[in-house]
């Protein structure tokens, strides 16, 4: 039954912390986000002399690839070596390859777009 959720996308679990819109297919998904509200931080970083907390074990692993290096994520266009730690990192990657500019500079007259929003932040300066 909880893997068929899945597939269908029901999340009968609700978050009951006012104004938390968050819907879950599990308890247990469910139960991950109670520190978002509580402040509660219980995955601690063991490097030596850090001292990252974070409330949820996923980003304490995404947290722990500053140390290693890590750079699980490649990028699957032809001849791109780009490599990514986290999957929204590798998404932004994307419009290089696309010629998708989809950030556009907001100062009048300018119609400069970037591929990568902080191109665009480089960009902004030189107004």
């Not at 974070?54 to 994520?73: F, V």
Request: glycine share 6%; with cysteine; aromatic share 6%.
């Amino acid at each position: 039954e909880k893997h068929k959720r899945t597939h269908s996308g029901e999340r009968p679990y609700a978050c009951d912390a006012p104004g938390c819109e968050y819907r879950a297919a599990t308890a247990i998904n469910l139960k991950s986000n109670r520190p978002t509200h509580t402040g509660e931080r219980p995955f601690a970083c063991d490097e030596p002399e850090c001292e990252y907390r974070a409330a949820q074990a996923g980003t304490l692993e995404k947290h722990k690839r500053t140390h290693s290096g890590e750079r699980p994520y490649a990028c699957d266009a032809p001849g791109c070596e780009y490599r990514a730690a986290t999957a929204i990192n590798l998404k932004s990657n994307r419009p290089t390859h696309t010629g998708e500019r989809p950030f556009a500079c907001d100062e009048p007259e300018c119609e400069y777009r970037a591929a990568q929003a902080g191109t665009l932040e480089k960009h902004k300066r030189t107004h």
